[in-house]
């Protein structure tokens, strides 16, 4: 599982552009790399740095942090299925391991930026929400386990 980290594309005034690959990974990072192999693939980006506001994370051209949350959804809606949890808060792409996460819906206040905006994204390879007999089965017929 990868979130919120990428490729980075784009230096303007030290702004760094992530671009999400799921079910891969991000940018240089794969999935399924151990913690120093994505350290590694990091490094070669430059210096490791805590993320700034200023950063962009995108996936198919939408950044997922700059856009209210519903134009998000709207946006990626035209390239891939997103399911939304019950309450809105949450939208998955189950197909591609894609999850866009806020820890509450708020449409209608964008000060009210924890609701507004997603806060995190999630991307995970096949068989990361496997059942224990599932992962076994996918084992057993040589695929790759999932985390």
Same mark, same amino acid.
Do not use: K, N
């Given at each position: 599982? &990868?979130?919120?980290?990428?490729?980075?594309?784009?230096?303007?005034?030290?702004?760094?552009?992530?671009?999400?690959?799921?079910?891969?990974?991000?940018?240089?990072?794969?999935? /399924?790399?151990?913690?120093?192999?994505?350290?590694?693939?990091?490094?070669?980006? /430059?210096?490791?740095?805590?993320?700034?506001?200023?950063?962009?994370?995108?996936?198919?051209?939408?950044?997922?942090? /700059?856009?209210?949350?519903?134009?998000? &959804?709207?946006?990626?809606?035209?390239?891939?299925?997103?399911?939304?949890?019950?309450?809105?808060?949450?939208?998955?792409?189950?197909?591609?391991?894609?999850?866009?996460?806020?820890?509450?819906?708020?449409?209608?206040?964008?000060?009210?930026?924890? /609701?507004?905006?997603?806060?995190?994204?999630? &991307?995970?390879?096949?068989?990361?929400?496997?059942?224990?007999?599932?992962?076994?089965?996918?084992?057993?017929?040589?695929?790759?386990?999932?985390?």
């Amino acid at each position: 599982m &990868v979130a919120l980290l990428g490729e980075r594309v784009a230096w303007d005034d030290q702004r760094v552009e992530f671009i999400l690959d799921p079910p891969l990974g991000v940018g240089p990072v794969r999935l /399924g790399m151990t913690p120093s192999e994505a350290r590694a693939a990091l490094e070669t980006l /430059g210096p490791l740095e805590p993320p700034h506001e200023r950063d962009l994370v995108r996936f198919r051209d939408v950044d997922v942090f /700059g856009l209210p949350a519903l134009e998000v &959804v709207e946006r990626l809606g035209r390239y891939i299925d997103l399911e939304p949890d019950e309450d809105d808060e949450s939208f998955t792409a189950r197909e591609l391991y894609l999850a866009l996460w806020r820890p509450f819906a708020e449409e209608d206040d964008p000060e009210e930026t924890q /609701g507004y905006f997603f806060q995190s994204v999630l &991307v995970a390879r096949p068989g990361y929400d496997d059942t224990p007999a599932e992962a076994a089965a996918r084992l057993a017929a040589g695929g790759d386990p999932g985390y």
